[in-house]
T-cell receptor, first 110, second 114 residues
């Protein structure tokens, strides 16, 4: 199982861009990188997934360098409602192969 | 399209009792996974069911068991409850056995063991 390391917490202010970096040094060739968001007392929600280079959707961007040993989730112009825990996962299938870590608790301040 | 639903929302049990939690998967999804999330931690994989058969299990003792029904809904049963079983139990469904990003989570059942 590829182990991931991400900051425990981050603070930001409304309107700023937030970048959360995840380290995954032993990522395997077939592994994808997936980010989930979780609000208190709710189930996690898929944000974005990528394999290499850059992926962008309506919510976030995911930057993956050529060696794939790290990835950065970028949230543009955050708002108070983006306060949540963000999980970086590496693997092929959620469950046995892909595990949640402790996540990064993002707090957006006014 | 109805999302993943779980019942009950909250539950209080005492040590040694048994509990059954229920999950209705999203329409068209044949795979259901269960997770335990203790306070302040990430979700921990319990097991997965695919077409009514257990298909993968995390590091949980046998007193955690499950079922999946022909309509793909699922139950999680926990026997001989312990205080450490207090957690948010999450159910997630997906449209096929091996999924990348297509896991849809329910709101969870908050279990408190006294």
């Amino acid at each position: 199982l590829a182990k991931t390391t991400q900051p425990i917490s981050m603070d930001s202010y409304e309107g700023q861009e937030v970048n959360i970096t995840c380290s995954h040094n032993n990522i395997a060739t077939n592994d994808y990188i997936t980010w989930y968001q979780q609000f208190p007392s709710q189930g996690p929600r898929f944000i974005i997934q990528g394999y290499k280079t850059k992926v962008t959707n309506e919510v976030a961007s995911l930057f993956i360098p050529a060696d794939r040993k790290s990835s950065t989730l970028s949230l543009p112009r955050v708002s108070l409602s983006d306060t949540a825990v963000y999980y970086c996962l590496v693997g092929v299938a959620l469950g046995n192969d892909m595990r949640f870590g402790a996540g990064t608790r993002l707090t957006v301040k006014p | 399209e109805t999302g993943v639903t779980q019942s009950p929302t909250h539950l209080i049990k005492t040590r040694g009792q048994q509990v059954t939690l229920r999950c209705s998967s999203q329409s068209g999804h044949n795979t259901v996974s269960w997770y335990q999330q203790a306070l302040g931690q990430g979700p921990q994989f319990i097991f997965q069911y695919y077409r009514e058969e257990e298909n993968g299990r995390g590091n949980f003792p046998p007193r955690f068991s499950g079922l999946q029904f022909p309509n793909y809904s699922s139950e999680l049963n926990v026997n001989a409850l312990e205080l450490d079983d207090s957690a948010l139990y999450l159910c997630a469904s997906s449209p096929r056995q091996i999924s990348y990003n297509e896991q849809f989570f329910g709101p969870g059942t908050r279990l408190t063991v006294l």
